[in-house]
């Protein structure tokens, strides 16, 4: 058995290997290893994340902690193998703790709290079943049948566990006389007999072993591989920066590469990183991520859980020919090398081009999956194969990808048109030249809705008029500025981004630009968290982290009462990307009369506006409108008013609340508005 095992575990480490290699993964957890040993004791160990969901997360703690403790309780079972064996007598106890009644009692602890664990997880599955909940459960699409082994082998595990130590008890080999209460209870129905001990002990070790081959064939080798998947994700937690487009392990210089031998995203299952591999290994098949996905939640096809196990089980499906040599591989037939040539995304691909196009990168899978798995990097790579070497995506956003080439911005409007807003206000805005005036403590990188948005001009004037009342100095770039080109990354043409990137980064080198603050989360986390890959490092914050900065220290001061029930929508890229959670919702707790109410989704189980991954500027076709969906939510609050901090956000919650107000589904006084406009307008007296 444990040969058989060892076979497939030398199997699995070849078809990952088959992949790209991945060398930041080990050379960050070489570097970080005291960020990374955190990480195994908080995420592995401490199950921080599957305790957020508290049933079934109290439920895995006790399970996962019995495989760790009652490995005591297997050496003890060999122990005695060989110590009967070799004496005649298998009161074998392991040294200097064996007999420590405490090890007893954890023993016989964990044992029935790993029972209790199952009859939750059975109860969890039986109350969420498909075949009752359709889509709404979340364990559709899972491989239903392989979870109930599990259960069950689980089960037999312990039970043989239990009735192996009794039956020492009653032949005076047990090595614990107090503290495990189970086992002694079990032993009073028993009767004393060497046989029954010696049949139970060889029963407990071939249930474990027998167990131990199905996990190594089953989505439960996650118990081995998920401290390895925590241990080479990424920091801080696989959200924030897209990662760079790499082949063979080295990141590509667009100047150099050559699509016809180096890899552009991902066009084949080859070119997925071990990484990847290790994510297809390690998905539990639980769905957390599928029933917090947006597309999925609004009936479109993408489900994260699908996408992981669609190329998990076609890589199972093609790894005997994979790990073949190009000659044994030309002697395969036809249906071989037809299945070998499937493309990875197309309409009879593994991967339906509709699900690579729902996706809005919120973010909410990476952030709920218990195991670390990156569902937004897959997408983003098979996006960018598609984009870059396909030339395939959703037509309306090709009309985005010329305006930014063309324009550098979205909407392809005139670059003069940036500054227009300046000439709103009553108050002068220096526009840089060349250098940032020396009394310039920030640069306001307003964006391109920010400068161009009707709807998003009105949180740049705000956040310009708190500066200005503050006494903070800032510049903008006006005509200078272009898009960050989160836009063009998130749809997977990295060339234009790098294009966008690098012309900023110039001009804000050139400029002397050292602190910026966005009002956009996206822009935010672009130039964060992003430009520092090219070389552009500066010190970025949202305007709302400085907004609430000011406000404690008293530069700003809300007088006036705004008497309004207000519900928050935390914008993904500000939130669950970058965690910034707290200070939106400090300032309006310092803004007199405001209620505020949250929605049932909201901080890191946040619903998306339906904006993010560029889908901005592509229709929304399949399914419930995300929008709208969310604005469903937020009038279950029944507000007054409802408040984000990110223009995209405000743009599509907007248009959703319009349609409710024209349907009558909305009150006619029902607005959204940025954090920052409740601000202003308290500070300045409604004026």
């Known amino acids: 058995m444990v040969a058989l095992a060892a076979r497939r575990v030398l199997f699995l480490y070849r078809l990952a290997t088959v992949g790209q290699p991945a060398p930041q993964r080990i050379e960050y957890a070489r570097k970080n290893a005291g960020a990374e040993l955190k990480a195994q004791l908080v995420e592995v160990f401490g199950q921080k994340k599957l305790l957020k969901w508290t049933p079934s997360g109290v439920a895995h703690f006790f399970v996962m902690w019995a495989f760790i403790i009652l490995l005591t309780v297997y050496i003890e079972a060999y122990g005695a193998i060989i110590q009967g064996a070799v004496t005649g007598r298998p009161n074998f106890h392991i040294p200097l703790i064996g007999t420590w009644p405490v090890l007893g009692f954890l023993q016989d602890f964990i044992a029935l709290a790993c029972v209790i664990g199952l009859i939750a997880f059975a109860a969890i599955r039986v109350r969420n079943a498909p075949t009752k909940l359709g889509r709404k459960s979340r364990f559709s699409g899972s491989h239903l049948g392989g979870a109930w082994l599990i259960l069950f082998m689980i089960f037999n595990v312990i039970w043989t566990l239990f009735l192996a130590r009794a039956a020492a008890v009653k032949t005076g080999n047990f090595p614990y006389e107090s503290g495990a209460f189970v086992t002694h209870t079990v032993a009073k129905i028993l009767p004393a007999s060497r046989l029954l001990e010696e049949i139970a002990l060889l029963l407990h070790i071939g249930v474990m072993l027998v167990f131990l081959l199905i996990v190594v064939h089953s989505k439960h080798l996650h118990i081995f591989t998920a401290p390895l998947n925590v241990l080479f994700s990424r920091r801080p937690d696989g959200l924030g920066a897209a990662q760079e487009m790499r082949s063979g392990g080295t990141v590509l210089d667009f100047e150099e590469a050559d699509p016809e031998t180096d890899a552009f995203g991902r066009g084949k299952l080859t070119d997925a990183t071990w990484k990847d591999f290790l994510d297809f290994y390690t998905c539990t098949e639980c769905g957390r991520c599928q029933s917090q996905c947006p597309a999925w939640i609004t009936d479109k096809p993408l489900s994260p859980k ?382």
């Open 306 to 687: 699908m996408l992981i196990l669609d190329q998990r089980d076609h890589a199972f499906k093609i790894a005997p020919y994979l790990l073949m040599s190009e000659e044994q591989r030309s002697h395969q037939g036809e249906d071989v090398l037809a299945l070998l040539d499937k493309p990875l995304v197309g309409v009879d691909g593994v991967i339906h081009p509709d699900v690579l196009w729902s996706c809005t990168n919120c973010g909410a899978c990476v952030e709920q999956c218990p195991v670390d798995i990156e569902h937004i990097d897959h997408i983003l790579d098979m996006r960018r194969y598609q984009v870059m070497i396909e030339s395939s995506f959703p037509s309306e956003a090709g009309v985005m990808l010329k305006n930014l080439e063309n324009k550098g911005n979205p909407w392809g409007m005139p670059e003069m048109k940036r500054a227009e807003w300046v000439a709103e206000l009553d108050f002068e805005v220096e526009v840089v030249d060349e250098k940032m005036p020396e009394d310039a403590e920030y640069l306001f990188w307003v964006g391109c809705a920010g400068a161009l948005e009707d709807r998003a001009k009105k949180t740049t004037k705000a956040v310009a008029e708190l500066l200005h009342i503050a006494g903070v100095k800032f510049a903008v770039l006006g005509p200078m500025e272009a898009c960050t080109g989160d836009p063009a990354r998130r749809l997977g043409m990295e060339f234009l981004f790098n294009m966008l990137a690098q012309q900023n980064i110039e001009t804000l080198n050139e400029a002397g630009v050292k602190k910026i603050v966005a009002t956009c989360p996206h822009c935010f986390n672009t130039l964060a968290n992003e430009y520092p890959q090219l070389g552009g490092t500066y010190e970025v914050v949202h305007h709302t982290q400085l907004l609430a900065h000011l406000v404690d220290e008293g530069k700003l001061t809300p007088i006036t009462p705004i008497e309004e029930k207000i519900t928050y929508h935390d914008p993904c890229f500000l939130g669950r990307h970058n965690k910034v959670y707290a200070q939106p919702r400090d300032i309006m707790a310092k803004v007199p009369g405001v209620q505020t109410q949250e929605m049932h989704r909201c901080k890191d189980r946040g619903f998306c506006c339906g904006a993010g991954g560029a889908r901005m500027w592509m229709e929304e076709r399949i399914g419930k409108r995300i929008n709208t969906e969310r604005v469903d939510e937020a009038l279950t609050t029944d507000p007054d008013t409802v408040s984000t901090a990110c223009p995209f956000c405000l743009v599509m919650l907007g248009d959703a609340i319009n349609e409710k107000k024209n349907t009558g589904a909305a009150k006619s006084s029902l607005e959204v508005v940025d954090v920052a406009q409740l601000l202003i307008k308290s500070v300045k007296g409604g004026a």
